[in-house]
């Protein structure tokens, strides 16, 4: 009597070591430019920029602000860190989709392609919705026509929310 293995092992480890080949990164990434990404840094961690005697030209000429501050302070709004933090449990049941890429119901690529989407769309909803503090300056407010959210103004920042398929 012949023995016959029906398990799939040998199957079911080629597919794992395909989708281990692979990782993702969620955030502001290089193809969205670099003024961009410095703006997602600044707002990520926060920034102290020296006051020039050309700013407070600046701020005096055009809006008739006397900078007497050695310093501005751009506070920091960790809207990557924090939006990912607070969708961890909802980011790890996208492990689920193992079990369809194990099965054959879903390509390594799609499996990859759906948890990037999955995270990014999360980290957008995150900033639009979440980071409200610290409150911009009524300065700032005033400058971006009354809107009050941080990190909301024209929605470049949100929209540059991306992911990547990298190899290792």
Sequence with gaps: MAVVDNSRVPEILKKLEEIDKYYIVVGVTGKAGGEILM??????????????????????????????????????????????????????????????VVAGDLSVKSFWETLGQGAAQMIQSFLINNVTSPPNTPFTIANKGGKANPLVDTGKLSNSISYEIRSK
Excluded at 63 to 73: A, C, Q, S
């Design 39 to 100: 703006i997602a840094n600044v707002q990520e961690y926060g920034c102290n920029i020296k006051v020039t005697d050309k700013m407070r030209g600046f701020f005096l000429y055009n809006w008739g602000i006397p900078l007497v501050t050695k310093e501005i302070r751009i506070p920091e709004r960790p809207f990557l860190r924090s939006g990912y933090d607070s969708n961890k449990d909802k980011l790890m049941k996208y492990g689920d989709l193992l079990y369809d």
